[in-house]
């Protein structure tokens, strides 16, 4: 079975950085793009970034495009985000799911911005960006 597990989470005052990671555990990590999503509350889910299996390709949502930075590492069963330039806009529970289909190599559109194209999510970190 297949776990996801986010951690980094906590407050920062805006402007600041956080470093988001998921371990990923059970099945074959490397094969499978990897997105990270993001729910307010009171809001819905929106995406906000993804990578392809091999970490050559990555989309991000235009709301953190130049901020944030996904990146993977196969060998440790671990994605990235790197959260730069953060604002209270940014405040939510992040989440990190898994692609449903593997070896994807272009990473756009309505494939990788969409929840259901995602099979495995883990449980969420808290990101609070207040001063």
């Known amino acids: 079975q297949v776990q996801l597990v986010e951690s980094g989470g906590g407050l920062v005052q805006p402007g600041g950085s956080l470093r988001l990671s998921c371990a990923a555990s059970?099945?074959?990590?490397?094969?499978?793009?990897m997105g990270w999503f993001r729910q307010a509350p009171g809001k819905e889910r929106e995406f906000v970034a993804a990578?392809?299996?091999?970490?050559?390709?990555?989309y991000y949502a235009d709301s953190v495009k130049g901020r944030f930075t996904i990146s993977r590492d196969n060998a440790a069963n671990t994605v990235h985000l790197q959260m730069n330039s953060l604002k209270p806009e940014d405040t939510a529970v992040y989440y990190c799911?898994?692609?449903?289909?593997?070896?994807?190599?272009?990473?756009?559109?309505?494939?990788?911005?969409?929840?259901?194209?995602?099979?495995?999510w883990g449980q969420g970190t808290q990101v609070t960006v207040s001063s």
């Open positions: 059970g099945g074959t990590f490397s094969i499978y793009g």
């Open positions: 990578i392809n299996w091999r970490g050559s390709s990555t």
């Open positions: 799911a898994r692609h449903q289909v593997p070896f994807q190599t272009l990473v756009t559109g309505p494939e990788w911005n969409n929840g259901p194209k995602y099979d495995y």
